[in-house]
């Protein structure tokens, strides 16, 4: 996810808001001539940029432009010295801003967070994602949600009896499984509002329960109830119980649209003024400039100290430089009152890098953007986030990517 290539770089990935993803734009160096293919773009759009850089002083020129017809169906290449790619990438990257496009989605996403979801399974993950719900929700002013899933069908029965005896059985054992979760729900809301009572809060709490796989559950209850963050519990490191929250937290994440804050059974909640260093690991994704945004505008009520850093594997290229100057000046002219970190770390392996830095900063919780994968994709390489629900000790903040 954070894996950066240097031989040969498709721009269409590096800056996607600016170039068109139907293009096999990419960066080539031809060493003979010592010119950077820059990227293909319609004719009209190549016209302006190299107007801009000439401005610039870079000296540049288009390849296959055709004029008289005003386009190619193919595009237009601009080019330009390898010794001023780094600057004309630069510039390039700075003209985003100038089209506003970038500032006003982030303008847009600043929206707090009016209700939080909190899946329960009575489990001691599930009872933590409660007490973060509620010290978020009474700072943020949010309404508080919880669901519990209490019928698997996938148990431990014959699926092919369609005896008379079998079919009493299951309702029995349906009507029971209900009236055990509601129960154990109504008990749990019970000592969830003597706590917000307690501490003096107006927070609002509801509940539903569900019959049906819990992954499947808590995705339909989001669209329906549409929150602005789910808490949910993640098993992490070590993990002893058998809690069904721990394995879908995955899947409820590469489904859902909203964000989703996955907290691990084993660390222990001291309120969220003890949680003091939060990192945004970027993968210079187009949509960075959004996540950060909910990152901050839900961070507000609290002082902390933010990070952004991005892994390089095995060197820092050029163009990550380029990047990461680029979001931290589209931040700090939306949020100019809001001190962030920015990094580039060099590290043997994405996953291995992030835990150095986390270490090396005292990172509470991490943040980073998730994407649609396709189901190749899932089947052969687990993802970052994945992989981060299971080996770090932390609570994981995860924003959807549009795509």
Same mark, same amino acid.
């Given at each position: 996810?954070?894996?950066s290539?240097?031989? /040969?770089i498709?721009?269409n ?9 139907n ?6 160096y ?6 950077a293919?820059? #990227?293909?773009y319609?004719?009209?759009r190549?016209?302006?940029l190299?107007?801009?850089l000439? &401005?610039?002083?870079?000296?540049? *020129?288009?390849?296959h432009e055709?004029?008289?017809?005003g ?10 010295k390898?010794?001023d790619?780094?600057?004309a990438l630069?510039i ?10 970038q500032k ?5 996403t ?9 899946p329960?399974?009575f489990?001691? &993950?599930?009872l933590k994602?409660?007490?973060y719900?509620? #010290? ?15 019928y ?12 008379? &005896? ?5 309702v029995n054992?349906?009507?029971? #499984?209900?009236?055990n979760a509601r129960?154990q729900?109504t008990n ?5 509002k ?10 609002? $709490?509801?509940?539903?329960?569900? !019959?049906?796989?819990?992954a ?6 989001a669209?329906?109830?549409?929150p602005g963050l789910i ?6 490191i070590?993990?002893?119980?058998k ?9 409820v994440?590469?489904?859902?649209e909203?964000t989703?804050?996955? $907290?691990?059974?084993?660390i !222990? ?5 003890s949680?003091?260093?939060?990192l945004? #690991?970027?993968d210079f ?10 990152l901050?505008n839900?961070?507000h009520?609290?002082?902390? /100290? ?19 100057e ?6 700090g002219? /939306?949020?100019k ?9 060099v590290?043997d392996?994405v ?13 509470d919780v ?5 994407? !649609?994968?396709g189901?190749?994709?899932r ?9 981060l629900?299971n ?7 995860v *924003?959807?990517?549009?795509d």
């Amino acid at each position: 996810m954070f894996f950066s290539y240097i031989r /040969n770089i498709e721009v269409n990935k590096l800056f996607p808001a600016l170039f068109p993803n139907n293009l096999k734009d990419r960066i080539m160096y031809t060493q003979e001539e010592k010119i950077a293919v820059v #990227a293909r773009y319609p004719n009209s759009r190549a016209l302006l940029l190299q107007s801009k850089l000439k &401005a610039e002083g870079i000296e540049c *020129f288009l390849a296959h432009e055709n004029l008289l017809q005003g386009a190619v169906s193919s595009g237009v290449e601009l080019r330009v010295k390898a010794s001023d790619l780094e600057k004309a990438l630069r510039i390039i990257e700075l003209s985003k801003s100038e089209h506003g496009e970038q500032k006003e989605n982030a303008i847009k996403t600043l929206r707090s967070v009016r209700k939080i979801l909190v899946p329960v399974d009575f489990s001691d &993950a599930s009872l933590k994602s409660c007490s973060y719900a509620l #010290a978020l929700a009474a700072r943020l002013k949010a309404e508080v949600k919880l669901l519990h899933v209490y019928y698997n069908p996938v148990i431990d029965i014959a699926p092919f009896d369609t005896s008379h &005896a079998y079919q009493v059985n299951l309702v029995n054992y349906l009507h029971e #499984a209900e009236q055990n979760a509601r129960h154990q729900l109504t008990n749990l809301i019970k000592d969830l509002k003597y706590q917000v009572k307690k501490s003096k809060a107006n927070t609002k $709490i509801t509940y539903s329960l569900a !019959n049906g796989l819990p992954a499947e559950e808590i995705i339909a209850s989001a669209k329906r109830f549409k929150p602005g963050l789910i808490i949910l519990g993640s098993q992490g490191i070590g993990h002893k119980s058998k809690s069904l929250l721990g394995s879908v937290t995955a899947k409820v994440i590469e489904k859902t649209e909203a964000t989703v804050l996955a $907290i691990p059974e084993n660390i !222990n909640f001291k309120g969220f003024e003890s949680l003091k260093n939060i990192l945004y #690991a970027t993968d210079f994704d187009k949509s960075d400039h959004i996540a950060m945004s909910k990152l901050i505008n839900l961070l507000h009520p609290f002082e902390v /100290n933010l990070f952004c850093a991005h892994i390089s594997v095995g060197t820092k290229k050029s163009w990550q430089k380029v990047k990461m100057e680029g979001l931290h000046q589209l931040i700090g002219d /939306n949020f100019k009152k809001v001190p962030i970190h920015y990094d580039l770390v060099v590290s043997d392996d994405v996953i291995n890098g992030l835990e150095m830095y986390m270490r090396n900063n005292s990172i509470d919780v991490i943040a980073l953007t998730s994407h !649609n994968r396709g189901v190749l994709a899932r089947f052969f390489t687990p993802s970052i986030t994945k992989i981060l629900l299971n080996r770090v000790n932390k609570p994981l903040l995860v *924003f959807k990517s549009p795509d």
